[in-house]
């Protein structure tokens, strides 16, 4: 007669807890966690993971239940013995007996596997004795083994979702990565009867217009219909700032995190909503760091990556191979090795990449120019171009030259590019009832207050003029609203490029200087109420700073960024410079972070550094001291860029007041330039 404790229900509530043991293990904890510790290559959202891991582990569980519950006597007892080893040692593995592997860490340079004898065999011990354990408490605990194996799987299980907790808690940037995309879906297509198009150039100012203006008077004649602004006022210094003002209205402030502030920008009522009820076609061709998720639902060429079918094959494929290799031992690890670069090739072919505008041309060309459509009454169409931004590669006939050219051909080349897409409009007879603006992300003068503007309205055929009408960039969304309605007050400033023509000369308008270094990052907003826009005639208002001003404790294990959210920057006293959104570089000879921590554990020895590198300026010497005393020492070469500033900071070297002065210093510079350029950092224990 069948044991008590083998029956069909024993076996199933026995089997089903060492299958969700191995489950979690494997099939969730495993590749959750090493999405939220973080890999910049992983270009897909957290959210997207979720599906995949959820519908995986469910089958997985599954399956591995009915295999360990079915079998009965000995094989269900060796089966489920062997299974909570497996999982045992993959939890181990995973947790706390990984090592580094060098510069071959899925980096695309094979590892020196050859080199690592001495580990593998103390790593496969480890299995061993993991595989070995609940068949020897079998043997010792007849009568109470598997109380113990299903304790210790509960135990373990409770240990994942804690860690997972806290790591969610401490990398939340990890949850906030946008999951969209920018394609290039429906790039040249307009429609047959409406058109807005909408071209913004980096760095356009208006002197620089001006200068092309001179060089090129038959321009007024090819911009017939157009009226060209002289006394326009930019929303913000650079197109962090700028951009997402002009596109929906909205002010960045340090004193919220980047992404958050883009998130919320795009929940907003704005001009897309409008556009979108009046059943126009909205395409915006620029960074996809400039759109919320919200913007999926507004704007016709931004995807959601996670409800796509294929994205859900490539992440499940790619994260469970990087899974495997993470989990399983020494000796099979060179089955599952990849290079973390291969997640970017599983991009949409389709993503548009901003600044490539010779490719921009090119494909316009192939594209046989514009098509025109009547699946829709009306478009709009927004290209973010490269304008007059650094470096200058773009020649006279918009073709790509590597060696370099001038700003004066960069800009011949921006123009050539404009002037071919509005002749194709004029060929087709679609100019007239196009509306077009030529404008820019912001100048490049003083505090770089002063874009270029061009606006064309539809049914316009009047010769080129000027207006010197007080105009900001910030009435760009009431204007694209004003293409399809006239309640367009809540948009925006409510006042549209052509309301602004009929406003008083002191009208008020704002702008917002991205400025600062180190902790001293911030947003200053300036105001004017006179048509003057000079840098004199701009009167600081309010100074907006990184996290309010404040600088909070340091919690061990948090990962803080160098990026457009600048967490990292309220720790930097001196030698960081000003971030551009995707990175901030020392650049200075020696360079200082003080960061008071939260708490630290006691009886730890050493705490460990991570500095994630995006490029290296100069090969030189860094030497890092933790509160006066040297922790690293070595020179920044490619190694360094490709696996990071690693070092041990000890923790007897911390006073009472936990703070770490961290000084990065470069004995063989004389004077200051760019030096390294960081985008993470994260101080944590074993």
Same mark, same amino acid.
């Given at each position: 007669?069948?044991?008590?404790?083998?029956?069909?229900?024993?076996?199933?509530?026995?089997?089903?807890?060492?299958?969700?043991?191995?489950?979690?293990?494997?099939?969730?904890?495993?590749?959750?966690?090493?999405?939220?510790?973080?890999?910049?290559?992983?270009?897909?959202?957290?959210?997207?993971?979720?599906?995949?891991?959820?519908?995986?582990?469910?089958?997985?569980?599954?399956?591995?239940?009915?295999?360990?519950?079915?079998?009965?006597?000995?094989?269900?007892?060796?089966? #489920? #013995?062997?299974?909570?080893?497996?999982?045992?040692?993959?939890?181990?593995?995973?947790?706390?007996?990984?090592?580094?592997?060098?510069?071959?860490?899925?980096?695309?340079?094979?590892?020196?596997?050859?080199?690592?004898?001495?580990?593998?065999?103390?790593?496969?011990?480890?299995?061993?004795? #993991?595989? *070995?354990?609940?068949? *020897?408490?079998?043997?010792?605990?007849?009568?109470?083994?598997?109380?113990?194996?299903?304790?210790?799987?509960?135990?373990?299980?409770?240990?994942?979702?804690?860690?997972?907790?806290? +790591?969610?808690?401490?990398?939340?940037?990890?949850?906030?990565?946008?999951?969209?995309?920018?394609?290039?879906?429906?790039?040249?297509?307009?429609?047959?009867?409406? =058109?807005?198009?909408?071209?913004?150039?980096?760095?356009?100012?208006?002197?620089?217009?001006?200068?092309?203006?001179?060089?090129?008077?038959?321009?007024?004649?090819?911009?017939?219909?157009?009226?060209?602004?002289? +006394?326009?006022?930019?929303?913000?210094?650079?197109?962090?700032?700028?951009?997402?003002?002009?596109?929906?209205?909205?002010?960045?402030?340090?004193?919220?995190?980047?992404?958050?502030?883009?998130?919320?920008?795009?929940?907003?009522? +704005?001009?897309?909503?409008?556009?979108?009820?009046?059943?126009?076609?909205?395409?915006?061709?620029?960074?996809?760091?400039?759109?919320?998720?919200?913007?999926?639902?507004?704007?016709? +060429?931004?995807?959601?990556?996670?409800? !796509?079918?294929?994205?859900?094959?490539?992440?499940?494929?790619?994260?469970?191979?990087?899974?495997?290799?993470?989990?399983?031992?020494?000796?099979?690890?060179?089955?599952?090795?990849?290079?973390?670069?291969?997640?970017?090739?599983?991009?949409?072919?389709?993503?548009?990449?901003?600044?490539?505008?010779?490719?921009?041309?090119?494909?316009?060309?192939?594209?046989?120019?514009?098509?025109?459509?009547? &699946?829709?009454?009306?478009?709009?169409?927004?290209?973010?171009?490269?304008?007059?931004?650094?470096?200058?590669?773009?020649?006279?006939?918009?073709?790509?030259?590597?060696?370099?050219?001038?700003?004066?051909?960069?800009?011949?080349?921006? /123009?050539?590019?404009?002037?071919?897409?509005?002749?194709?409009?004029?060929?087709?007879?679609?100019?007239?009832?196009?509306?077009?603006?030529?404008?820019?992300?912001?100048? &490049?003068?003083?505090?770089?207050?002063?874009?270029?503007?061009?606006?064309?309205?539809?049914?316009?055929?009047?010769?080129?003029?000027?207006?010197?009408?007080?105009?900001?960039?910030?009435?760009?969304?009431?204007?694209? *609203?004003?293409?399809?309605?006239?309640?367009?007050? &809540?948009?925006?400033?409510?006042?549209?490029?052509?309301?602004?023509?009929?406003?008083?000369?002191?009208?008020?308008?704002?702008?917002? %200087? =991205?400025?600062?270094?180190?902790?001293?990052?911030?947003?200053?907003?300036?105001?004017?109420?006179?048509?003057?826009?000079?840098?004199?005639?701009?009167?600081?208002?309010?100074?907006?700073?990184?996290?309010?001003?404040?600088?909070?404790?340091?919690?061990?294990?948090?990962?803080?960024?160098?990026?457009?959210?600048?967490?990292?920057?309220?720790?930097?006293?001196?030698? /960081?410079?000003?971030?551009?959104?995707?990175?901030?570089?020392?650049?200075?000879?020696?360079?200082?972070?003080?960061?008071?921590?939260?708490?630290?554990?006691?009886?730890?020895?050493?705490?460990? *550094?991570?500095? =994630?590198?995006?490029?290296?300026?100069?090969?030189?010497? #860094?030497?890092?001291?933790?509160?006066?005393?040297?922790?690293?020492?070595?020179?920044?070469?490619? &190694?360094?860029?490709?696996?990071?500033?690693?070092? %041990?900071?000890?923790?007897?070297?911390?006073?009472? !007041?936990?703070?770490?002065?961290?000084?990065?210093?470069?004995?063989?510079?004389?004077?200051?330039?760019?030096?390294?350029?960081?985008?993470?950092?994260?101080?944590?224990?074993?």
């Amino acid at each position: 007669m069948e044991d008590k404790h083998l029956s069909v229900k024993h076996r199933f509530a026995f089997g089903a807890l060492v299958a969700a043991f191995f489950a979690s293990t494997l099939l969730v904890y495993g590749p959750l966690s090493l999405y939220v510790n973080g890999n910049d290559e992983m270009w897909f959202s957290f959210r997207s993971l979720l599906s995949p891991v959820i519908l995986v582990a469910l089958i997985g569980f599954t399956v591995m239940t009915v295999l360990l519950s079915l079998p009965k006597g000995g094989i269900h007892k060796i089966l #489920c #013995c062997l299974i909570f080893g497996v999982s045992l040692g993959l939890y181990i593995q995973c947790g706390f007996f990984n090592i580094s592997y060098g510069s071959g860490v899925l980096d695309g340079s094979q590892i020196a596997w050859k080199d690592y004898t001495t580990y593998g065999a103390i790593d496969s011990a480890m299995w061993a004795a #993991c595989i *070995a354990l609940p068949f *020897a408490l079998y043997m010792v605990f007849k009568r109470s083994w598997r109380h113990i194996l299903m304790v210790t799987a509960v135990f373990l299980m409770l240990m994942q979702v804690g860690g997972l907790a806290v +790591n969610l808690y401490q990398n939340q940037n990890s949850l906030n990565k946008l999951s969209h995309e920018v394609t290039v879906d429906g790039m040249y297509e307009l429609s047959d009867t409406d =058109n807005t198009l909408v071209f913004i150039l980096g760095s356009m100012d208006k002197s620089y217009y001006d200068s092309y203006k001179e060089s090129h008077p038959e321009i007024e004649e090819q911009l017939k219909g157009f009226t060209e602004y002289e +006394n326009v006022l930019g929303t913000g210094s650079d197109s962090l700032v700028s951009v997402p003002s002009m596109l929906t209205g909205e002010v960045y402030k340090k004193e919220t995190k980047y992404t958050r502030f883009i998130d919320n920008a795009w929940n907003t009522y +704005n001009a897309y909503d409008v556009l979108d009820k009046n059943g126009v076609d909205t395409r915006i061709y620029s960074d996809d760091k400039y759109f919320g998720n919200a913007a999926v639902r507004k704007v016709e +060429n931004i995807a959601d990556r996670a409800q !796509d079918s294929e994205a859900y094959q490539v992440i499940g494929n790619t994260m469970y191979r990087y899974t495997m290799y993470n989990a399983v031992p020494h000796y099979l690890k060179q089955l599952f090795w990849m290079s973390l670069n291969d997640y970017s090739s599983f991009k949409s072919n389709s993503t548009y990449t901003p600044g490539n505008d010779d490719k921009f041309y090119a494909d316009f060309e192939s594209n046989g120019g514009f098509t025109y459509t009547d &699946d829709y009454d009306a478009a709009v169409r927004i290209y973010d171009l490269k304008g007059a931004e650094r470096p200058y590669r773009l020649t006279a006939t918009a073709e790509k030259d590597t060696d370099g050219t001038s700003l004066d051909e960069q800009i011949e080349g921006e /123009f050539y590019i404009i002037l071919q897409m509005i002749d194709d409009l004029k060929e087709n007879g679609k100019f007239d009832n196009a509306r077009i603006i030529i404008t820019a992300d912001n100048g &490049d003068k003083e505090i770089n207050q002063r874009p270029v503007l061009l606006y064309k309205d539809k049914g316009s055929k009047e010769a080129y003029k000027t207006s010197t009408a007080p105009v900001s960039l910030f009435d760009l969304p009431a204007t694209l *609203a004003s293409t399809v309605t006239d309640d367009y007050k &809540d948009i925006g400033t409510g006042v549209s490029f052509k309301d602004a023509e009929k406003s008083p000369w002191n009208r008020r308008r704002f702008f917002y %200087l =991205n400025t600062g270094s180190n902790a001293e990052s911030r947003i200053e907003e300036y105001k004017t109420n006179s048509p003057a826009i000079g840098k004199d005639e701009l009167k600081l208002v309010k100074s907006y700073y990184i996290n309010g001003g404040k600088i909070d404790n340091y919690i061990l294990g948090t990962e803080l960024t160098f990026t457009e959210d600048e967490t990292a920057a309220i720790y930097c006293k001196d030698g /960081f410079g000003h971030t551009n959104g995707w990175r901030t570089i020392i650049n200075a000879t020696s360079a200082t972070m003080e960061i008071p921590i939260e708490d630290i554990p006691e009886n730890i020895e050493d705490m460990h *550094a991570y500095f =994630n590198v995006l490029n290296i300026y100069e090969e030189t010497q #860094c030497v890092i001291s933790a509160n006066g005393e040297e922790v690293y020492s070595g020179r920044l070469t490619s &190694d360094v860029r490709a696996n990071g500033l690693n070092f %041990l900071i000890p923790a007897d070297v911390i006073g009472r !007041d936990k703070t770490v002065t961290l000084t990065f210093s470069f004995p063989e510079l004389s004077e200051d330039t760019d030096v390294i350029a960081l985008t993470s950092f994260k101080i944590y224990t074993q």
